[in-house]
């Protein structure tokens, strides 16, 4: 990066520092970073998407949609998170390529699983072979945001659930007295009045979101916990900064990014619950 | 079926080193894959069980020094529960792994009058050990937050009438305190306990290699997903071991929680239900 990094081993101390943390592997360890605040600004909102959608499933009125919505907001509290974030992406992988395999290559008449072999057509392959890596990249990040939503779509949903549930019922009857159609009810006074409801179990999903964003690494996408790792194993002679084997120092940097953030946004969580218990009929509330 | 009871015999307890060495590698089948599976979820309940019940103590101490007046007691137990609570598990295995790895080779001869035990800090970096003192810290952070939160909505009568009955000190805390704490906070308690138990899940993806390919359940499974190269079927099954052993959780708390309750009036016993805002560590 500058001018004097030519030859790093006659450097030393600072210089050698400056130098070091600019390689550019570095650089790709700190863009890294924004991998992860990209991935919780895009899960945050498809989380909530899914959440709501089970939340209103488990409210239906056909019993179908009733038990699948239920189904889908218990599951969470049984099966260990990580389950879903090693079975999701591959499944979602192997339904997409078998249907496109359908479609797009009707005329082989193999099965497509053989024995341990999930076998389909070139032209059926997601991403195609052919395509360019940024492709693989983009493609391997979906599949991973789509587990996350899932997830924490289930997280959502049993808070949201839980929120709608306590809603005064007095509220909801009182609609019905005014001729209000259950979907105006639903939209007029349950979904306005839950919020303040959801907000500490949201906030709660909030952080724990962030501490999940680590898996990113079991799902094979390079991220800090990739980098940290490769960086800070030991870098013998051959390697133009050699150094011993650093990961504890590596991984203490992502524990304080990791404090930093979570600091941050509980006071900021803090903050809004302040603001939005202002004028409400609860303890919070009387106490502003 | 009877070759299944031979998959049992040979696989049954291969997490812990016990019965064939080579795992199936071609024609696996469906029996083989809920053994060994079912072999791993031993190390999920050794780290889940121990970790809790030694944190159960530990987090006691904390909540208790968080809730002191002393800074000097508070505010290390304060920082202790936010930094365990708030960076994740995952890193703090990697961190914890990578710290134990450069710790000095040391063996230290410990003599317990019968037998001498030589306790050497290469143990660490086994699983066994230092991802049980990882999950330890971690549980005791998150119920040392729980305990605290019930420790300060202990009823202020109930301290009152302790005082007028005389009692103090170890006494006060042992017979009024720590029975009512317990009860307030045994809901999120039990849910603290379910997450660890899910969390052991972690163990052999983070630093912690599975040492002759004794992992726990999520370790053969993701073997056999690898292997088989079909998610379809390894996956259900951890998961219907885990819901299994969520259903075993619920119930062995809920029995606990109505010994705690037992002294209430019936119509003011808590059942066991798990908040839903609050579901989550």
Redesign the interface.
């Known amino acids: 990066m500058f001018s004097y990094c030519v030859d790093p081993k006659t450097l030393e101390g600072l210089m050698w520092l400056s130098c070091y943390i600019t390689t550019a592997k570095h650089m790709s360890f700190y863009y890294s970073f924004f991998v992860v605040m990209g991935l919780l600004s895009l899960a945050a909102p498809l989380a909530m998407a899914f959440g709501f959608a089970g939340a209103t499933a488990a409210r239906s009125s056909l019993k179908i949609v009733r038990a699948f919505g239920k189904g889908y907001l218990a ?1 969470i ?7 879903f974030f ?2 999701i992406p ?2 979602l992988d ?1 339904a997409f390529e078998y249907l496109r395999h359908k479609v797009l290559c009707s005329d082989v008449t193999e099965a497509v ?1 053989q024995g ?3 076998v389909v057509c070139a032209a059926a392959k997601l991403p195609l072979n052919t395509a360019n890596e940024w492709v693989h990249d983009i493609y391997g990040f979906s599949l991973a945001l789509l587990a996350f939503g899932f997830v924490f779509g289930a ?1 959502a949903g ?2 949201l ?3 709608m ?2 809603v005064p019922k007095a509220q909801i009857e009182t609609g019905e007295a005014y001729g209000f159609s259950s979907s105006q009810i639903f939209r007029r006074i349950l979904i306005p009045q839950m919020w303040i ?2 907000l ?2 949201l906030s ?2 909030w952080m ?1 979101l ?6 990113l ?2 799902l094979g996408i390079e991220d800090i ?1 990739y980098w ?2 490769e960086l ?1 194993g030991i870098k013998t002679g051959v390697y133009e900064y050699p150094h011993p ?1 650093w ?2 120092w590596y ?2 940097v ?2 304080i990014f ?2 930093s953030l ?2 941050l946004s509980q006071s900021v969580l803090d903050k809004l619950s302040t603001r939005l218990s202002k004028g409400q009929a609860t303890m919070a509330g009387k106490a502003v | 079926m009877s070759s299944c009871l031979q998959t049992l015999s040979d696989y049954g307890l291969r997490s812990i080193g016990y019965g064939e060495r080579l795992l199936p590698k ?1 024609d ?1 089948t469906l029996c083989e894959q809920f053994v060994l599976i079912g072999s791993g979820m031993i190390w999920n309940i050794y780290f889940a069980i121990l970790a809790l019940l030694f944190g159960f103590f530990f987090a006691t101490v904390l909540a208790l020094g968080k809730n002191s007046k002393l800074s000097l007691l508070n505010a290390p137990c304060r920082a202790f529960i ?2 365990f ?8 295995f ?2 914890a792994y ?2 134990f ?2 710790l000095p080779r040391l063996g230290v001869d410990i003599d317990l009058g019968f037998l001498v035990v030589t306790v050497e800090t290469r143990w660490l970096t086994k699983a066994w050990l230092g991802a049980l003192i990882v999950l330890f810290l971690n549980t005791s952070a998150y119920a040392g937050e729980i305990f605290y939160g019930a420790l300060r909505a202990v009823p202020s009568q109930d301290l009152e009438s302790a005082d007028a009955f005389g009692f103090t000190g170890i006494k006060k805390f042992r017979r009024i305190i720590w029975p009512t704490m317990l009860r307030l906070a045994w809901p999120s308690y039990t849910n603290e306990a ?1 997450f660890m ?3 052991t ?2 163990v052999f ?1 983070t630093g912690f290699p599975a040492w002759q390919q004794k992992g726990d359940a ?1 370790y053969y ?2 073997y056999f ?1 690898d ?6 079927v390894p ?1 259900p099954i ?2 219907f071991y ?2 299994l052993l ?2 075993i959780i619920i119930g062995l708390f809920g029995l606990i929680n109505r010994q705690l309750n037992k002294h209430l009036p019936t119509n003011e016993r808590k059942k066991l239900k ?8």
């Open positions: 599951m509290r049984g099966i260990p998170d990580i389950v090693l079975f591959i499944a192997q699983r341990n072999d999930f997280f049993n808070v659930s839980g929120a549930a306590a409801y959801a500490p179990g709660n999903l724990i962030i501490k999940a964003t680590p898996l690494f079991l916990v940290a790792k800070g084997d990961r504890a991984f203490g992502l524990m990791y404090l979570t600091y | 071609a696996i936010f930094i609570r708030g960076s994740p598990l995952f890193i703090q990697f961190f990578d710290l790895v450069l379910i138990f899910h969390a899940t972690l993806f999520i499974a993701s997903a292997k088989t190269f079909n998610p379809f996956y951890v998961g885990f819901i969520t259903l798990i908040n839903k805002y609050n579901l989550i560590r």
